[in-house]
């Protein structure tokens, strides 16, 4: 099956002289702001399995590792610049900052689609599915890491993570997840979620709340608030974590 690259044909590109097919990878580094000392790095970042003689020669491994160094990289920084947030807090805003939607959003930035080896039918689509662009950044991660050690892996993730955890930090991009919730609920299930309380403790004038999000038939990890409202958003936070495959930011337990 013949698979592209930048719009040809991955075997037309290995029969060209390396000298034509350079400025592909040059190109691609400049956009990223990172010079790879070993080239095979980068192209084995940018070869998606389906584009792949085999997995093993694909980003799957890379993108494996990509998600414990960038996952690392942000918790570093949390934990650096926010002494005085909780756990709990640390925990959600690390989650939104490494979601799959904010790592498909930076490569699309990057321009990465440009550079994938695709296979056929994902070439011939109209966009890179959002699940590849987020896979070929951690990848990307993974690749710098191993080239140029962990500083520079920091840097790149710090330069396009950092204005996300400000973002995030500050709200703007809300933190209403309930409504948020909603509209994932009702795109992809066609549904409207309900919030069920499962139970409550402590006395009259300190109760806390345990709530969990309820889509169709489907009842998601649950949450606990210091009031009804509180645990609602909580545990639609916990049900998008699900929905995304991260993990819950608040444990019901």
Not at 33 to 60: C, I, M, P, W
Not at 191 to 204: A, I, V
Not at 208 to 227: E, H, L
């Amino acid at each position: 099956m013949p698979y592209l690259y930048a719009g040809i044909t991955f075997k037309a590109m290995v029969e060209r002289s390396d000298r034509s097919e350079r400025p592909i990878l040059e190109d691609c580094q400049e956009k990223i702001q990172y010079r790879f000392k070993d080239v095979e790095l980068l192209r084995a970042a940018l070869t998606h399995a389906s584009g792949a003689d085999s997995r093993l020669t694909s980003n799957e491994r890379l993108e494996f590792l990509g998600d414990a160094v960038l996952g690392l990289v942000v918790c570093e920084r949390l934990y650096e610049k926010f002494p005085d947030f909780l756990e709990g807090d640390l925990t959600k805003i690390k989650s939104e900052v490494v979601s799959r939607r904010t790592c498909a959003q930076i490569s699309r930035r990057l321009g990465l689609d440009v550079y994938l080896v695709l296979g056929k039918g994902l070439s011939q689509g109209p966009l890179v599915p959002a699940s590849v662009l987020s896979d070929v950044f951690e990848s990307l991660v993974a690749a710098i890491y191993l080239d140029g050690g962990l500083q520079a892996a920091r840097d790149f993730v710090l330069r396009h993570m950092g204005p996300e955890i400000d973002r995030v930090v500050a709200g703007a991009s809300g933190s209403n997840y309930k409504s948020l919730l909603q509209q994932v609920a009702q795109r992809e299930f066609g549904s409207t979620p309900t919030y069920q309380l499962l139970d409550e403790k402590g006395p009259d004038h300190s109760k806390c709340f345990k709530v969990a999000a309820v889509i169709g038939r489907t009842t998601y990890s649950p949450a606990w608030g210091r009031n009804k409202k509180e645990a609602e958003q909580k545990a639609a936070l916990n049900a998008l974590c699900q929905i995304n495959g991260e993990p819950v930011p608040y444990p019901g337990d």
